[in-house]
């Protein structure tokens, strides 16, 4: 079960974010507005959240999640893959070191972006992706194995990141997009194919026997909830214009 949570408010910079969806600029003080019915939903799940600061110079930095991964036993401050983002894990590992004793790290050559790292208890996927290349991949499995834990790499062609169209909802379950639902890696999974149309909605999160989705996604709420969870939407319209999804706003644990 979670407890806290860290998000990094909005920065009026987001406007100029890094993105290929071709959505066009998204509006600021709905992305605020949203942000804030996010932490609710988090706070709803049971969860206190902690708020980075600000940080204009960067702005993708709202995306908490890629600049860190945080495990029962450790945390890791990643290194980000896209140049203009590497700033932002300034600060951070002190941050973290509030809640948790150990903290590793992401060296370069090695990119890690914590949205190309799924957690399926003891194990850890991870995405190979133009943010995350294999010597990053493989330093945090190092970094695993020392702590008596596993992972595993896999290819995941063109999505920006692994989380991107798959999240694990607990009890054995995966809501997942094509190729990804197919994958012979995930054969012994509750595999919950996303239709196309709703391919967004594949980046949920699990939190706490709910399970937070993205609004206007009306298939997969109703096969989310028929696997017996209650489900919770946020409206992510204007993150969604810049790539990003509902994990990648917060670090949980």
């Not at 893959?81 to 951070?92: F, L, N, P, V």
Request: charged share 20%; aromatic share 8%; net charge negative.
């Amino acid at each position: 079960m979670f407890t806290k949570a860290i998000v990094r408010p909005p920065a009026k910079s987001l406007v100029n974010g890094i993105s290929s969806a071709n959505l066009g600029s998204p509006d600021y003080n709905l992305a605020i507005t949203q942000h804030k019915a996010y932490v609710a939903a988090l706070e709803k799940c049971g969860l206190t959240v902690d708020q980075l600061p600000v940080l204009e110079d960067y702005p993708d930095s709202v995306f908490v999640e890629d600049i860190a991964l945080i495990t029962p036993y450790f945390a890791v401050v990643t290194n980000p893959g896209a140049d203009e983002r590497k700033g932002e894990i300034e600060g951070i590992e002190t941050f973290l070191a509030q809640y948790i004793s150990t903290i590793e790290k992401i060296e370069a050559p090695g990119t890690l972006d914590g949205g190309d790292v799924m957690m399926v208890g003891d194990h850890f996927f991870i995405g190979l992706s133009e943010r995350t290349n294999l010597n990053g991949a493989f330093q945090l499995i190092s970094i695993l194995k020392k702590h008596m834990m596993t992972g595993s790499t896999l290819n995941i062609g063109d999505m920006l990141h692994l989380k991107t169209g798959l999240a694990y909802v607990e009890q054995g379950n995966l809501i997942a997009v094509n190729p990804i639902a197919q994958h012979p890696t995930f054969e012994e999974f509750n595999v919950l194919e996303i239709p196309i149309e709703e391919a967004y909605a594949a980046n949920c999160i699990w939190v706490n026997d709910k399970v937070i989705i993205a609004a206007g996604y009306p298939k997969i709420k109703i096969a989310i909830e028929q696997l017996g969870y209650e489900t919770i939407e946020v409206d992510m319209s204007e993150y969604k214009k810049l790539d990003g999804g509902l994990s990648c706003l917060s670090l949980r644990f």
